[in-house]
């Protein structure tokens, strides 16, 4: 079984000496509590909870999984008492306003949280998770009274969130969906459609779940201009909150699924149930993006966990198991074998791994850091800032959750590549990981949609390439004063430059080709989006790599420069090892799509 230690060192790194969070928090309206002895505290309270409870609990809960029995669903032995313990810590209402019993604290706070919670256990943080999403929707859509009668429990983590869109006819293509919103004399709904793929969509962890729900209400228009949102409580509630009779609301099937066992996949069936309408009507697919970009934040850092993991395991069998000697002589010799850490393959695969988990920490804390801004900007009335902001947002979120989860799925298959044999054995975890990974990429939107996202709406459609143009000086700003200095920085800083200048190149090729040939987007956007994450993620190791030179210099204790000697190093295999990866997906997505369309759909194979 997996030990994880949370990562505190990386954290404080980032938030304290690359993207400066005391700072950050000291310019935010509601940064005055977020202290750096509170941030510190919170993330020693966050570390004791996973590595001692959820930890635990991740192996013997994919073996247990979830039971459905008469309508009722049980999670793992643990979990409810797991759970209790999350709840009486105040862990869901950290980042929620104190007026619904949260703690008001910016949302970086609470990303930092949950990578610690998904490294942890990611079944486990699947059922606070969701219930992120269903409270910022109902924050930001919901009237008084319902804000009034729903956040406080949701905050309090005493009731979870779901989010309910996907139907057995339609996944990504929302302008199907089915169910139907019947109005009543009084004002609310009766809800009929069946949802499936129901992330916490029934379970004993809570007294209620609040299911955020896409319906039709009559003669709505077709399409997705006609999709409204509503409110659908597994338990009725009064208007002062509490508890009534069961709605009409039943499971009707758990999935028996690849990876996350433990988290419950649920078919629900709602049989006329009661529904309050949230927001505008027939408004409700661009509500239900408050939910679905939280999510796919939230996702983007499951590939950072799997990644933290899966190296986490790799690490220490590597430094302990044996086998053969090192190429260049024998460098255990009291041993009848060198450690596997000596052969440079190995030492490829965990270089891999760190780079990717340390990388991918540092896109989503900036990132958080732009969705705190953002939130500020909302509270404060400033529209203006606030939608510069979300744009800027927008873009980062297709790369983080395409290109993140797509590493994180390879760097859990290296875990086990590493461990050889024994990965795939369940006992060791190693191949528990790899299969809660798949998921990732799959789910909030499969990396095909993230892509599409990134260059047809936010890169072409929305921004004409500013969003590049804008993102890539940065880049050569952070390249610019390094330019000429020798070593590795300095290489690295004249590639950051070069690519820079590549990645504005290729975007506007792309854009001039798409005019004559409608499906180039398409059959390119995926390799764009791996070729930009790549690039951005460079941005990011150069930038820890060049604070942590800066650092070095200071003349730091020998723990700490060894620390950052390994951020310089870490960096340096990036960009020697991973980074020139981009090319070959530059050069596929500039490729005719005449290879990809030419073939007749009939005639991809033939007698099956």
């Known amino acids: 079984m997996l030990n994880y230690k949370a990562p505190l060192r990386d954290m404080r790194f980032l938030m304290n000496e690359v993207l400066d969070y005391p700072a950050h928090y000291a310019s935010l309206t509601n940064g005055a509590d977020a202290t750096p002895d509170m941030i510190e505290a919170i993330l020693e309270g966050a570390a004791t909870l996973c590595q001692e409870v959820l930890a635990p609990l991740s192996l013997s809960g994919d073996q247990e999984g979830c039971q459905l029995r008469d309508g009722v669903v049980t999670t793992p032995t643990g979990f409810k008492a797991a759970y209790a313990q999350f709840v009486a810590g105040g862990w869901q209402g950290l980042s929620f306003p104190v007026e619904y019993g949260g703690q008001g604290l910016p949302m970086s706070v609470n990303v930092f949280k949950a990578e610690m919670m998904g490294s942890a256990n990611w079944s486990f943080n699947m059922y606070p998770g969701l219930s992120v999403g269903c409270i910022n929707t109902i924050l930001r859509y919901g009237s008084e009274a319902q804000k009034k009668q729903y956040l406080p429990a949701l905050v309090a983590g005493t009731w979870a969130g779901t989010m309910c869109l996907t139907e057995a006819q339609c996944g990504t293509d929302l302008a199907q969906v089915k169910t139907r919103a019947e109005p009543l004399p009084d004002g609310s709904y009766q809800i009929t459609g069946t949802k499936i793929f129901i992330s916490s969509g029934e379970h004993d962890l809570t007294?209620?779940?609040?299911?955020?729900?896409?319906?039709?209400?009559?003669?709505?228009?077709?399409?997705?201009?006609?999709?409204?949102?509503?409110?659908?409580?597994?338990m009725l509630v009064d208007d002062k909150g509490a508890l009534g009779a069961r709605n009409a609301v039943g499971c009707g099937s758990i999935e028996h699924k690849m990876g996350i066992r433990a988290s419950v996949t649920a078919v629900l069936n709602f049989d006329a149930a009661l529904g309050y309408l949230i927001g505008e009507p027939n408004k409700g697919l661009e509500a239900m993006f408050t939910f679905m970009n939280t999510a796919r934040i939230g996702t983007a850092i499951q590939g950072v966990c799997h990644a933290e993991a899966s190296f986490q395991g790799a690490l220490p069998y590597a430094r302990e198991r044996r086998s053969m000697r090192a190429l260049s002589g024998k460098k255990d010799a009291d041993q009848v074998a060198d450690a596997l850490i000596w052969h440079p393959d190995v030492r490829r695969m965990l270089l891999t791994q760190k780079a990717?988990?340390?990388?991918?920490?540092?896109?989503?804390?900036?990132?958080?850091?732009?969705?705190?801004?953002?939130?500020?900007?909302?509270?404060?009335?400033?529209?203006?800032?606030?939608?510069?902001?979300?744009n800027e947002l927008g873009f980062y979120t297709p790369i983080l959750k395409g290109f993140l989860t797509e590493m994180g799925l390879e760097a859990a298959n290296l875990g086990m590549q590493v461990f050889g044999g024994h990965g795939y054995i369940h006992e060791h975890g190693m191949e528990q990981i790899a299969r809660d990974a798949r998921i990732a990429t799959l789910y909030e939107g499969t990396t095909g949609i993230q892509a599409l996202d990134l260059l047809g709406r936010k890169v072409l459609l929305g921004t004409r390439g500013g969003c590049v143009r804008e993102f890539t000086a940065k880049m050569w700003q952070?390249?610019?004063?390094?330019?000429?200095?020798?070593?590795?920085?300095?290489?690295?800083?004249?590639?950051?430059?070069?690519?820079?200048?590549?990645?504005?190149?290729?975007?506007?090729?792309?854009?001039?080709?798409?005019?004559?040939?409608?499906?180039?987007?398409?059959?390119?956007?995926?390799?764009?989006?791996?070729?930009?994450?790549?690039?951005?993620?460079?941005?990011?190791?150069?930038l820890?790599?060049?604070?942590?030179?800066?650092?070095?210099?200071?003349?730091?204790?020998?723990?700490?420069?060894?620390?950052?000697?390994?951020?310089?190093?870490?960096?340096?295999?990036?960009?020697?090892?991973?980074?020139?990866?981009?090319?070959?997906?530059?050069?596929?997505?500039?490729?005719?799509?005449?290879?990809?369309?030419?073939?007749?759909?009939?005639?991809?194979?033939?007698?099956?």
Do not use: C
């Not at 801004?373 to 800032?385: I, L, P, R, S, Y």
């Open 207 to 234: 007294d209620n779940i609040i299911h955020i729900v896409l319906a039709r209400l009559p003669g709505a228009p077709a399409g997705t201009r006609g999709i409204s949102l509503f409110i659908v409580p597994k």
């Open 478 to 542: 952070l390249a610019k004063p390094h330019l000429f200095a020798s070593g590795a920085l300095g290489a690295m800083a004249r590639t950051l430059a070069k690519r820079a200048l590549q990645w504005n190149v290729l975007t506007t090729r792309i854009m001039l080709r798409a005019v004559k040939d409608r499906e180039l987007v398409g059959s390119a956007s995926v390799d764009y989006l791996m070729y930009s994450g790549y690039l951005m993620m460079g941005y990011f190791w150069a």
């Open 356 to 390: 990717v988990a340390e990388g991918g920490r540092a896109m989503i804390a900036s990132a958080a850091q732009l969705a705190d801004k953002m939130f500020n900007a909302v509270t404060a009335g400033d529209e203006a800032q606030a939608k510069l902001l979300d």
């Open 544 to 608: 820890q790599a060049s604070r942590a030179a800066a650092l070095l210099a200071s003349g730091k204790g020998a723990e700490e420069a060894a620390f950052y000697r390994a951020k310089l190093q870490t960096a340096e295999f990036y960009f020697e090892r991973l980074l020139p990866r981009a090319d070959g997906h530059r050069k596929s997505a500039l490729a005719s799509t005449r290879s990809v369309m030419q073939i007749d759909k009939d005639h991809f194979a033939f007698d099956y």
